[in-house]
């Protein structure tokens, strides 16, 4: 009664003050190199450092632009959920000079293009709707205005191309950008970026998920305006967040599924509701003492400690098992129910204890490392291994007072006929020529072991995020991985991005001196020149279409016009193009008048050819006002991003290279650091982390080791017998890693976590079979027919049904983990029961 009251007043301790911080940043030393770096850039420009990016793809630049233009206006209301929207390649100051970033030679064939389609222009200005267009080409087509010397194929394709779109049902705006500009107005036609940062809540397990959710909101809106339009979301933010969630569906699926096997495997071997209860009761209580112990001891939980309850599990169950099973063997022989207690503590509970102690200190040992994550990890889970043991050498022996198991029957292993169970026994020289040969051969099998860096890899392939994250690692212009550096004055900005861009695998280097734009007075005078032809008929441009025309009238009449300049065989457009458009024309109005509202029809089409004009001469009109300008006069909301406040200037350093290949990305940032050491970004950080993830196993496994082995030889006081430990868990530990080498599962983020658990795993399975080898076992009882077996073998089952459901999970790093979980825990049970014993030197 006592244990329930106090596992009543934990859990409300518990639930007032266990936090759980999922701030990513924070799993590693801050002290580590990139940890400093990163912070360092971080402090100069926080408005870049965590953010969504948010990629608009239309069928046309306009509609780019616009649906662009349209997210950053809604997301940029939502100051509570989001500190700031921009879109890095579009605000008025790039508009209004986008004309002097051409180079010359590009910018003179602007102008001449341009300059010919002044009377088209002109014309349009005042006609503004479909007959005046129509009016204009066929004025053009049969030699009537002699004074359009632009070339008219390109438009003739464009309004085919829009009226074969309706006939076919899939309507399409016509671009007049990409016809009268060539895409010179902006830097990427067809897809733009948006930048958005929200704001994070991390005492939330989902810390993005109120901005998450506005700009999912924002995006269906959007393409629900115009099915052209596509809008996907990644960047660091959207990766973490989509992760979080997938682990969440994932885990929630896996959980249900593992349950319901657990409980499956634990009454197969238990064989009583009793003892399965009993169980179970002694697990949540241990869950919610170690939960208070992490609310004490560290007072929060992160993304990796969350785990201590998997790990609890896994081996807080291992113990009420063995002595449930021990109990259930000593009431079956006969004994009374408080000398079954007895002789069960007494016959596994020093065995226990060593487990537990060589368990915990597997833990511990990762306190002094650099991974935090994994430090708070291991204060919870070592301090939880003793909970476990104390609760389960206290309780559970209460609770068997309390609900004795009585007149258990005994469990026939009809799986384990006789040449099974002393297999080891028999056939011992042999498992010891072959497990040395195996040892071997795992060794040289781990010189391929490889660690994956990259956290990209661990997640959904096929979600939004992450597809669309490998998409732009693709790119020169836009990619995610590209590095920043900063520099303390304009002179060792520049000199330091020279040496940058001289690298083999650096694209371009863009620093605030890259946005003046070069050889301005030439092209003032050029703009100046196109300004004074089309500034006034840019200024008279409607900006809607007018109602009320007669869009049939002018299709027919232009059918007509088409008719005639092919008979003519007109010398303005090719005869080929001439006919199929006729063709199209006359298809599309026997269609429109079939259709059950022709006038809508003729209106769309209307609306699709010329609908995105204004657009295009609004924005042209804009960049005929290009000033001169020098490094002073770029804004402050373009300068901010790469001037800070205290005066340091950033470098950004882009990839030449596809960064999806983890080779290429090793090799840039090897590159780059050689240059400049305090780089910073996602590659850098990937791949230090996973260096320092490494270290920190390396030297907890390693200071593990080497305590786990001091305290078998104080309890044992034998060398042999602490290396009839040791060794079994050795080589399951080769077998583990030449396995994931051979089914190309590489240690990642995700799956290193599940080491400590098969250390736990198997050295208690090692101890428990050594103590019931040595100290525990009856003459007529062979080893593998006895509890302990029966214990270690379900145990296994159990913790592997609780795991191996994550390997069918979309989320690649849960998948891993479940898989190297699988190989770990089969390979531990194989070298406990068959290697463990045949090195022992028994007989049967």
Not at 477 to 500: I, Q, R, Y
Request: contains cysteine.
């Amino acid at each position: 009664m006592l244990s329930f009251l106090l596992c009543g007043s934990i859990s409300y301790y518990v639930y007032n003050h266990l936090g759980i911080n999922t701030n990513t940043a924070e799993m590693l030393s801050p002290d580590l190199p990139f940890q400093k770096n990163q912070k360092r850039i971080d402090q100069a420009f926080p408005q870049d450092a965590a953010t969504l990016i948010l990629i608009v793809e239309a069928r046309t630049p306009e509609e780019t632009t616009l649906a662009a233009n349209n997210l950053q206006e809604q997301l940029g209301k939502q100051a509570d959920r989001f500190d700031s929207v921009i879109i890095p390649t579009d605000n008025p100051f790039f508009r209004q000079q986008a004309l002097l970033y051409l180079e010359q030679n590009d910018l003179d064939a602007l102008a001449k293009r341009l300059t010919d389609a002044q009377p088209f222009i002109g014309h349009l200005a005042q006609n503004y709707h479909l007959s005046g267009l129509f009016e204009i080409i066929a004025l053009a087509l049969n030699k009537r205005d002699e004074n359009l010397p632009m070339d008219l194929n390109p438009l003739l394709l464009a309004i085919d191309n829009t009226i074969n779109q309706q006939l076919v049902g899939k309507p399409q705006r016509l671009s007049w950008q990409s016809l009268l500009a060539e895409d010179k107005l902006n830097t990427n036609p067809n897809r733009t970026l948006v930048i958005a940062k929200p704001k994070l809540h991390f005492s939330e397990m989902l810390p993005a998920d109120a901005a998450q959710t506005s700009a999912r909101e924002a995006v269906h809106s959007i393409m629900a305006e115009n099915s052209s339009v596509k809008i996907r979301i990644t960047g660091e933010v959207a990766l973490e967040h989509e992760e979080l969630e997938s682990v969440t569906k994932g885990a929630e699926l896996a959980g249900i599924l593992s349950l319901v096997l657990v409980f499956v495997v634990q009454w197969v071997g238990l064989r009583s509701f009793k003892l399965l209860s009993i169980t179970y009761i002694v697990l949540v209580m241990g869950l919610i003492f170690t939960a208070g112990f992490a609310a004490i001891t560290v007072g929060h939980l992160n993304v990796i400690s969350i785990a201590f309850a998997t790990l609890y599990i896994g081996l807080g169950v291992d113990y009420a098992v063995h002595i449930c099973l021990y109990y259930r063997e000593r009431r079956v022989r006969g004994y009374a129910n408080d000398q079954a207690i007895h002789h069960s503590m007494k016959g596994v509970g020093s065995s226990l204890f060593l487990c537990a102690l060589t368990t915990a200190l597997g833990f511990l040992s990762f306190i002094p490392t650099d991974y935090a994550g994994v430090s708070e990890l291991g204060i919870i889970s070592g301090g939880g291994i003793f909970i476990g043991l104390i609760i389960s050498v206290t309780v559970l022996p209460a609770l068997f007072r309390v609900w004795p198991v009585n007149n258990p029957k005994p469990i026939h292993s009809a799986f384990a006929p006789n040449f099974i169970v002393t297999f080891p026994f028999h056939y011992a020289t042999a498992i010891r020529i072959i497990s040395i040969l195996l040892g071997i051969g795992a060794c040289l099998m781990l010189t391929k072991l490889t660690f994956d860096s990259n956290p990209v890899n661990l997640r959904d392939p096929n979600s939004e995020s992450v597809s669309s994250f490998k998409e732009l690692l693709k790119s020169k212009d836009d990619s995610p991985f590209a590095l920043m550096t900063l520099a303390n004055n304009p002179d060792e900005a520049k000199a330091t991005s020279t040496k940058m861009g001289q690298l083999p695998t650096v694209h371009e280097t863009i620093t605030l001196a890259d946005f003046v734009a070069k050889d301005q007075d030439e092209k003032l005078t050029t703009i100046e020149d196109l300004n004074l032809i089309l500034g006034n008929q840019l200024e008279n441009f409607g900006k809607a279409l007018p109602e009320n025309t007669n869009q049939k009238q002018a299709l027919v009449k232009f059918n007509e016009e088409l008719k005639k300049a092919i008979a003519e065989n007109s010398p303005n457009s090719p005869i080929a193009t001439l006919q199929q458009l006729q063709q199209r024309l006359a298809a599309f109005l026997v269609q429109a008048d079939s259709a059950p509202n022709p006038a809508a029809n003729y209106s769309q089409l209307e609306s699709n050819i010329l609908g995105l004009l204004p657009f295009t001469l609004d924005r042209l009109k804009t960049s005929l006002t290009a000033t001169g300008f020098g490094i002073n006069d770029i804004p402050d909301y373009i300068s901010s991003h790469w001037l800070s406040k205290n005066g340091l200037y950033k470098i950004l350093i882009m990839p030449k290279k596809d960064l999806n290949n983890p080779d290429f990305q090793r090799e840039f940032v090897d590159e780059v650091q050689k240059v400049d050491n305090k780089v910073s970004g996602l590659p850098v950080a990937n791949q230090a982390s996973g260096d320092a993830v490494v270290k920190a196993f390396i030297q907890a496994f390693g200071s593990a080791f080497v305590a786990i082995v001091l305290a078998l030889l104080v309890m044992y006081r034998s060398i042999k017998q602490t290396a009839l430990v040791i060794l079994p868990l050795v080589l399951a530990a080769l077998l583990t890693g030449a396995t994931n080498v051979l089914l190309d599962n590489p240690f990642n983020f995700a799956n290193i976590i599940a080491l400590p658990l098969l250390l736990g795993l198997g050295i208690d399975s090692s101890i428990l079979i050594m103590h019931r080898l040595h100290f525990n076992l009856n003459e007529n009882e062979n080893l593998l027919q006895s509890s302990t077996t029966r214990g270690i073998i379900f145990s296994s089952i159990t913790t592997l049904c609780s795991f191996s459901s994550l390997s069918f999970t979309a989320h690649q790093g849960m998948a891993s983990m479940g898989l190297l979980l699988s190989i770990g825990l089969f390979f531990t049970v194989v070298c406990s029961l068959i290697v463990l014993p045949a090195f022992s030197g028994k007989r049967v």
